[in-house]
């Protein structure tokens, strides 16, 4: 299971291997499914972190996270 989100939080994509419902269950694939929202939801934030400390040379602005 893989989940794309952009640098707002928003889920763009969720991509599902076929076999994988037939192999493991819908419980197991539904509880993957929100794994990888969160994972790729806690990448988002990082990259968006990193790019903001790049623009404001590390300095914490009021407002910026």
Same mark, same amino acid.
């Given at each position: 299971?893989?989940?794309?989100?952009?640098? %707002?939080?928003?889920?763009?994509?969720?991509?599902?291997?076929? *076999?994988?419902?037939?192999?493991?269950?819908? *419980?197991?694939?539904?509880?993957?499914?929100?794994? %990888?929202?969160?994972?790729? $939801? *806690?990448?988002?934030?990082? &990259?968006?972190?990193?790019? @903001?400390?790049? @623009?404001?040379?590390? &300095?914490?602005?009021?407002? $910026?996270?």
């Amino acid at each position: 299971v893989k989940a794309v989100v952009n640098g %707002a939080g928003d889920l763009l994509r969720v991509e599902i291997d076929p *076999t994988l419902v037939e192999q493991e269950g819908l *419980t197991l694939v539904q509880d993957l499914i929100v794994a %990888a929202v969160n994972a790729a $939801t *806690t990448k988002s934030k990082q &990259m968006v972190e990193v790019e @903001v400390e790049k @623009v404001t040379g590390g &300095m914490k602005l009021p407002g $910026t996270l």
